[in-house]
């Protein structure tokens, strides 16, 4: 007989994503601990998240700064050393608001956002770590920044005193992902970044073989979003 190749099915759905987590690493000879999961709460409320951070998951992400402002507050004055990272579209006059709240920032995407997060950060005196997202499959309609305009936008964001520490990609809807992630990964390695914001729930493992650092995982640890809810 072979060894079951998926984790058993009666672990949680948080041990279930990070034994596919370590399983992938030990694949890629890389140390599970080098990748950070990132359990994405969007849409779900607290009473939802609760039973994650018992469980010990301490990093959580949001894509909604308002969102984020609801929930999160009481959530982290109950459990000391929570981590919250802003995964989607930040909007300029958001930034006083996102800088105050998240200990990362993943979608730092053009330059007037260069501008406002670096203005917010010296007004708080806070230096919060951001990834640069790229519009890595060029889809017109999509959030980040054109790969042609990635060495001008971390230029810029140096100049503002930004501390950027990698790129992040959400790769195209319904195709391989991979090119992508490799794709993802040559820019940042070109630019000297070693941290990689890459892999969700439908594609973690494959972002992992390719070197992502930090996963964001949604619907496999808290189920299906309501549609139309990011
Ligand atoms: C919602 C979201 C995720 C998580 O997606 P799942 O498919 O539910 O894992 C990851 N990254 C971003 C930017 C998101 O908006």
Known sequence: MNEPVFPSADLTP???????????????????????????????????????????????????????????????????????????????????????????????????????????????????????????GAEEQKGGCPIAEVPELLASARTAGIPVIGLMCVPPVGIEPAPFFALLAKIAADHGLDQLSMGMSGDFETAILLGATHVRVGSALFGARPPFNG
Do not use: Y
């Open 14 to 136: 948080l041990a279930s994503v990070r034994e596919r987590i370590a399983q992938a690493a030990r694949i890629a000879q890389r140390k599970p601990e080098a990748i950070e999961l990132i359990a994405i709460s969007k849409t779900h409320p607290a009473a939802a998240i609760r039973p994650l951070i018992e469980e010990g998951q301490r990093v959580f992400g949001e894509n909604r700064v308002q969102e984020a402002q609801e929930k999160w507050p009481a959530l982290i004055e109950e459990t000391p050393g929570i981590a919250l990272h802003l995964v989607g579209q930040l909007q300029s006059n958001k930034a006083d608001d996102a800088v105050a709240l998240f200990d990362c920032i993943h979608g730092l995407d053009r330059p007037s956002l260069v501008s406002a997060l670096g203005k917010a950060m010296d007004k708080a005196g806070r230096q919060v770590p951001c990834f640069v997202q790229v519009n890595i």
